[in-house]
């Protein structure tokens, strides 16, 4: 099993940048592909991105392909979300999850593990 501490989230002007941290605690981190997701208000949950175990590996939703970049470090047992240009619509809590799949997921039902979120708003 695995905790995992989502941190980093505030407000932000559009245009602008955060970096979401993701400490795990527990089981061997490298164990475990990650991905970020987020839910806005009224919405559901939805898949911004994904690293696999050795972080070799990452893909993300297209709204954010180009803005974000997820990347992991595993003797610091942490995985980042570097997100840029950011938009009114970026705002959500964004949680981190992790799976054991090698390649990670596009999917929640792939990842048992989850953080209790972090708050990102970006103003207009």
């Known amino acids: 099993q695995v905790q995992l501490v989502e941190s980093g989230g505030g407000l932000v002007q559009a245009g602008g940048s955060l970096r979401l941290s993701c400490a795990a605690s527990?089981?061997?981190?490298?164990?475990?592909?990650m991905g970020w997701f987020r839910q806005a208000p009224g919405k559901e949950r939805e898949f911004v991105a994904t690293i696999s175990r050795s972080g070799g590996y990452t893909d993300y939703a297209d709204s954010v392909k180009g803005r974000f970049t997820i990347s992991r470090d595993n003797a610091k047992n942490t995985v980042y979300l570097q997100m840029n240009s950011l938009k009114p619509e970026d705002t959500a809590v964004y949680y981190c999850?992790?799976?054991?799949?090698?390649?990670?997921?596009?999917?929640?039902?792939?990842?048992?593990?989850w953080g209790q979120g972090t708050q990102v708003t970006v103003s207009s």
């Open positions: 999850a992790a799976s054991v799949r090698s390649y990670g997921s596009k999917w929640s039902r792939d990842f048992p593990y």
């Open positions: 527990g089981r061997t981190f490298s164990s475990y592909a």
